[in-house]
Each structure stands twice: as structure tokens, then as C-alpha cells.
């Protein structure tokens, strides 16, 4: 399913949480959504799936608009940090009322995800911990198999072995059975390996858009003699630096074979630092 969104805008008064957002997102593609808190990634991921409504602009799911289309918010699971079932229902009869609404529901897969994360059907939803309930969302948003199946900082409260497993279990899944999936987190660095695209934003705005593979090679981090550190970064942009005694470090934006060629040596650069960097200037990128 290919979503569109043109001059997107969203206001709250006199705040703009989306600013004229434009993108294409094409299918069967894991993006990472990423940005600071209040660049916009909540309200995107409520407009896209039917949630709100547009200040301005428009989005649309294979030329339809999602807002109030019953046959599109059936191919859309969005699943947030909190509050994603009402506290009073069991875990049993989650999983029904998502069986009844998602038409790819697979509950074989949802019952072995609460076997995984140790989740008992009977128990309710205000009894379960932060990370209990975490992975409840997690198993709702994988079972539901959703053509755009969206994560909002999914794993609040979960253990490391336990997102470790639920990033296992996702790529496994999306493997066999492709979807479009939005991952918005503030754990960059565990889940950038997974992103094929990555979109930042900055006040509402988009400031990055690119296949995950082209911003690892056009970023690199790199370390040596100091002197020949500042002669191979005097015409690049610089991520990062840091400077102890004579030897230097620093990500910047530049091409590895060149930095290999000046006999510095060269690694990738953390998608977060490149985040970072990039949402605290003040032109785009």
C-alpha cells in the first residue's frame, strides 16, 4: 500500500505540529520515523492512521483518504506507547475484539507472543505492568499482520532480552509475510539495522528522507593522527569530533574509500548521532 502525503499540516493553535509535510512511502518497507520529542512523529502516525484529521494538506493510503474508511483502518494498526486498551478488559478478549476488526489476524502467532512474553489470557489489563502491557501492544501489532502495521515507542518498560526477541520475531515475520512498517523509538541504535528507510523530522518539518542503506555510505566515523584527521575533514560537514592529545575521532559526512585512502581508519556512523546532529541545525539537510 503506497501512502502520499502532500503539504501536510497539522495546528493546535498557534503550534504547528506538522509544517507542509510532503513524502511518498512506498510498500512492504520498515522506516524509521525519528526525531526529538515534539518534531511531529504522533501526530503523523494519528493523521495517517485515521485518528485526526489534517489542519492542511492531505495524506492518502492508495489514493484514499484514511480518515473515517472503515476498509482502510482495517489495514492500519497503530500501536503507541500507552493506552492502547481500555484497562477494564482481559488479555483474552483483546486479542477477540482484534481478530473481529483485522483481517489478516493471526491468532496461532498471537497466542505463542504471550507464551514468549509470558502473558496470562485471563489477566486484565490494569494488572499487568508497564512492560507487560508493552508487549501485549507488541503482540496485538505483530498478530494483527496489518498491510501498515505502525510502532510508537512500542516497548516502554520492557527488558533489553525482551525487546532483543521482539525485534527477532518481527524481522522474522516481515520476511514471510511483507508489510509496511513505521517504527518510531528513541532506542535508535538497537533498531537501525532493521530501518530500509529512514525520515527525520524537526518541527513538524521533514529534514531527511533516504534509504538507509545510502545514508551509511554517504556518513562515516573516523580515527587517527590528529593532523591527518583536520587535513581529510577541511572540506566536509562534521557530525562529531573529539580530540585527545594528539589522535582525533569524528563522524562526519564523507566517503569511506577516500577516508581508507588518507590511511585514517573508518566505521560506520549511529544513526542516532546523525539524528542528533542533524535536528539540532538550523537548515535542513
Request: net charge negative; charged share 25%.
Amino acid at each position: 500500500m503506497e501512502i502520499k502525503v502532500d503539504q501536510l499540516s497539522k495546528n493546535y493553535g498557534e503550534n504547528n505540529a506538522l509544517d507542509q509535510v510532503s513524502l511518498t512511502l512506498e510498500g512492504n518497507k520498515i522506516y524509521g520515523l525519528l526525531g526529538r520529542n515534539g518534531a511531529g512523529k504522533t501526530t503523523f502516525m494519528d493523521i495517517l492512521s485515521g485518528q485526526i484529521l489534517a489542519s492542511a494538506g492531505s495524506i492518502s493510503i492508495d489514493g484514499e483518504n484514511p480518515f473515517d474508511n472503515q476498509r482502510l483502518t482495517e489495514s492500519i494498526c497503530l500501536i503507541k506507547e500507552a493506552n492502547n486498551f481500555s484497562p477494564e478488559l482481559k488479555i483474552k478478549q483483546v486479542l477477540k475484539i482484534y481478530s473481529y476488526f483485522y483481517p489478516n489476524w493471526n491468532q496461532e502467532m498471537a497466542e505463542e507472543l504471550l507464551e514468549i512474553f509470558n502473558l496470562k489470557q485471563s489477566a486484565k489489563i490494569k494488572t499487568l505492568s508497564k512492560g507487560m502491557e508493552s508487549a501485549l501492544g507488541i503482540t496485538a501489532g505483530l498478530a494483527s499482520r496489518a498491510p501498515i502495521t505502525v510502532f510508537d515507542e512500542p516497548y516502554i518498560g520492557m527488558d533489553a532480552p525482551s525487546r532483543k526477541k521482539f525485534y527477532e520475531i518481527l524481522l522474522e515475520d516481515y520476511q514471510e509475510n511483507p508489510r509496511t512498517i513505521i517504527f518510531s523509538t528513541h532506542l535508535i541504535d538497537e533498531v537501525s539495522l532493521m530501518f530500509e528507510e529512514v525520515i527525520i523530522l524537526r518541527e513538524g518539518s521533514v529534514i531527511l528522507q533516504e534509504s538507509a542503506e545510502d545514508l551509511r555510505a554517504k556518513t562515516i566515523a573516523i580515527s587517527g593522527p590528529k593532523d591527518q584527521v583536520d587535513a581529510f575533514l577541511a572540506d566536509k560537514e562534521i557530525i562529531q569530533r573529539n580530540d585527545l592529545a594528539g589522535s582525533s575521532m569524528a563522524y562526519a559526512f564523507g566517503s569511506r574509500k577516500e577516508a581508507l585512502d588518507a590511511g585514517l581508519e573508518v566505521e560506520g556512523v549511529p544513526v542516532q548521532e546523525l539524528m542528533i546532529h542533524l535536528t539540532e541545525k538550523k537548515k535542513g539537510a
